[in-house]
């Protein structure tokens, strides 16, 4: 589990193709203190199991269901990437409940900038609109937002001058896909008020 309040960026060292999956190689320095093998490390929002550590690098497979399904099968060499750890039992939750688990992937709209803010437009995958509320959390590129306006297509977010300096978002440009995670208390409170639905209403929620 995470918290969404990204740690680091890291870079992109190497990416080694396995056929079925790549073995992602990544550059940095805090996310490895304390790390070892088969710890998880959010980047970019996608959780990974971490399967060496050499020096200033760690190493991750990515398997095919996780290229297809997010945007971690566009990253090349030289690209940054947002790193967070696992959060334990004694670390602050200064995001939101974030499992690394990528709902869908978005296209970055639109961008306003502003004195102190910046405003982005993003796409929603279809099915993911149900899950946001203005003023409600979710999670872009391993991010803990705080949707401005959420729409049937699209939602905003406000970055703050913290979040553009320390986190892949400040580089993001209109036409730039990123992941995202919706909130996971949204989808359980769903399943649970599906299970008190009548059959009828359920088949009409569900289309």
């Given at each position: 589990?995470f ?5 680091e ?6 990416i080694?193709?396995l ?28 959780c ?14 990515v ?9 971690m ?7 940054p ?18 499992q ?11 961008r ?25 959390s979710?999670?872009?590129d391993g ?32 036409g730039?896909r990123?992941?995202?995670?919706v ?8 399943k ?7 059959s ?8």
């Amino acid at each position: 589990m995470f918290t969404g309040i990204v740690e680091e960026l890291g870079t992109v060292a190497a990416i080694d193709d396995l056929t079925d999956a790549i073995r992602l190689t990544i550059s940095a320095s805090e996310v490895l203190e304390g790390t070892g093998l088969g710890d998880s490390i959010a980047v970019n929002g996608c959780c990974l199991t971490v399967v060496s550590v050499d020096g200033g690098a760690w190493t991750a497979d990515v398997m095919k269901e996780s290229l297809d399904k997010t945007s971690m099968g566009a990253v090349r060499p030289g690209d940054p990437v947002n790193l967070e750890r696992a959060v334990t039992a004694e670390k602050r939750l200064g995001g939101h409940i974030v499992q690394g688990h990528v709902d869908g992937v978005g296209e970055v709209l639109r961008r306003e900038p502003s004195e102190h803010w910046e405003v982005v437009e993003i796409s929603l995958p279809p099915g993911l609109a149900r899950y946001l509320v203005d003023k409600g959390s979710i999670t872009v590129d391993g991010v803990s937002l705080t949707v401005v306006e959420a729409g049937p297509t699209s939602f905003t977010i406000s970055l703050i001058p913290e979040t553009l300096a320390r986190t892949t978002l400040g580089q993001r440009r209109p036409g730039d896909r990123v992941n995202l995670e919706v909130d996971i208390l949204a989808k359980h409170v769903e399943k649970l008020l599906a299970a008190q639905l009548p059959s009828g209403q359920q088949k009409e929620q569900d289309a």
